[in-house]
């Protein structure tokens, strides 16, 4: 099947669901499976056959960047029309390594890579020639296999990068386990906050500025230890546990914290093995207003659980600074059966909002219905 065919396919069907209203959908496996999505809303395929498709950036024409990590490549995505489906792909890059992190900024497309990290200039007036990327900064960890991280520029126009502890639990040498800024034009960087084991996701507020992230447990101390986290930064400099304490105060039986240690608690507690790995505050207005300015999370999903959790975008109402309530926006797990991973999330020009999933490659659009027809009407 054509990715044009099977796109069309899926949006026939799955733009109909909404709440307790779930279709069955033959494209992802032999027997039929579903996806659940909230009243109101709809959910169509945006792109396919992505590799494994990670994390995500908007460029100023509305152009949608995914970044991968074993397929190695990074492709350009474009709606010409402005109909929500995609009219031309481009390859940016291809046969590098491991570059998921990516961002999008004043016109440059940043990747990150191993030790380095690569601007593309200008990149939506190059799309079909990007040409050679220049190197920014070459003073990472290297060991991406490894040492997962994320990427985006934050408020102050410095470049922020979250790098992975490169284990399931150590002490490591900085900047493993950290989150640190670097000035593009200089390449100075500095430490933003450290004791953090896997970052793939962080935002800022829209309200105040804020910067969230959220941090994946450790594996391999039961179904339901310990619980995923969502930190909010308050203070430059501060720890987050990694790997002395886990969660709130789960200690760590391999590791002492160091007695002057001062360790900043989570925010807000997942459950265990959820795997949020996208973070994203809604910067729209398509969605109704109480969805506006809040946090929205990837849950990927579990893989070392004898009963899958996950698989779903949640979203976190914010309210005076903590999270008030969790709520699944979408659902991508069928009884155990994962139909997709969602991994990350932003927002599109138009105010939906795009998912990658890392299963199968793809990226969908969550869309408000209502929205969508008032458009519709105001264009005839």
């Known amino acids: 099947m054509t990715f044009e065919n099977y796109r069309n396919q ?59 990590y074993r397929d190695g490549s990074i492709t350009a995505l474009v709606d010409d029309n402005n109909d929500g489906r995609v009219d031309k792909r481009y390859v940016i890059a291809k046969g590098l390594d491991y570059p998921e992190a990516i961002a999008f900024h004043d016109g440059a497309l940043y990747v990150a890579e191993e030790e380095r990290i690569l601007r593309f200039n200008q ?12 190197e920014i900064y070459d003073r990472l960890p290297g060991n991406s296999k490894k040492s997962r991280r994320a990427m985006q520029f934050g408020p102050d126009g410095l470049l922020y990068i979250a790098i992975g502890a490169p284990c399931n639990v150590c002490e490591s040498e900085v900047p493993y386990s950290s989150i640190i800024a670097i000035d593009v034009e200089t390449g100075n960087s500095e430490q933003i906050v450290s004791g953090v084991r896997k970052v793939l996701a962080f935002d800022w507020a829209v309200e105040d500025n804020t910067l969230w992230f959220a941090d994946l447990g450790r594996d391999w101390m039961g179904d339901n230890l310990p619980p995923d986290e ?9 720890h987050f546990g990694f790997p002395y304490i886990h969660a709130t105060d789960i200690i760590e039986p391999a590791y002492d914290k160091p007695k002057n240690l001062k360790v900043v608690p989570p925010t ?103 929205s969508a027809k008032n458009q519709s009407q105001d264009n005839d």
Request: proline share 4%.
């Open 10 to 68: 899926f949006a026939v069907g799955i733009s109909a669901l909404c709440a307790n209203f779930i279709l069955s959908c033959s494209a992802f496996a032999a027997e039929p499976v579903m996806i659940t999505v909230s009243k109101g809303f709809g959910l169509t395929l945006y792109a396919s056959a992505l590799g494994d498709a990670k994390q995500l950036a908007v460029g100023d024409n509305g152009t949608l960047f995914v970044g991968s």
């Open 123 to 134: 990149i939506e007036s190059r799309l079909r020639r990007p040409g050679r990327p220049k």
């Open 230 to 238: 969502i930190n909010k930064v308050e203070r430059k400099g501060s």
């Open 268 to 370: 807000y507690e997942l459950p265990a093995h959820v795997g949020a790995k996208g973070l994203h505050f809604y910067r729209g207005t398509q969605f109704p207003e109480r969805f506006h300015n809040q946090m929205f999370v990837a849950e990927n999903g579990s893989w070392n659980r004898s009963s899958k959790v996950g698989y779903q975008v949640v979203m976190l109402e914010i309210e005076n600074g903590q999270v008030a309530k969790r709520s699944t926006v979408v659902s991508f797990l069928d009884g155990e059966f994962p139909v997709a991973r969602p991994y990350a999330l932003v927002t599109a020009p138009d105010g939906a909002m795009y998912i990658s999933d890392d299963l199968k490659g793809n990226v969908y659009r969550l869309f408000y219905k209502e």
